[in-house]
């Protein structure tokens, strides 16, 4: 168990990292929180070409990647604890 905790460890780091560098790399479509009090239209709400696209698809499933390793941490440290 103690393995499996430390891959998750190291997947989690390794994964955290890679979603800020995919976040950071996707095209501004708006002027943040002026959006959202009606501030500016955003005329393009889809991707506009394959790599946007696949750039959405890697963060969303890397998102779901992050996420699981989370809560199987979680699950690992509550149980585990229990002994």
Sequence with gaps: MQI???VLQVLL??????LT?????????GGGLSDMFGG???????????????LNRITVI????WV???IVLGLITKFDSGN
């Design 40 to 54: 500016g239209v955003t005329s393009n709400l889809g991707a506009s070409g394959v790599a946007e696209r696949n």
């Design 68 to 70: 699981a390793c989370i």
């Design 21 to 29: 560098l995919l976040i950071l790399l996707h095209r501004g479509r």
């Design 4 to 6: 499996l905790q430390v």
């Design 62 to 65: 890397l998102g779901i990647v």
């Design 13 to 18: 780091g390794i994964t955290s990292l890679l």
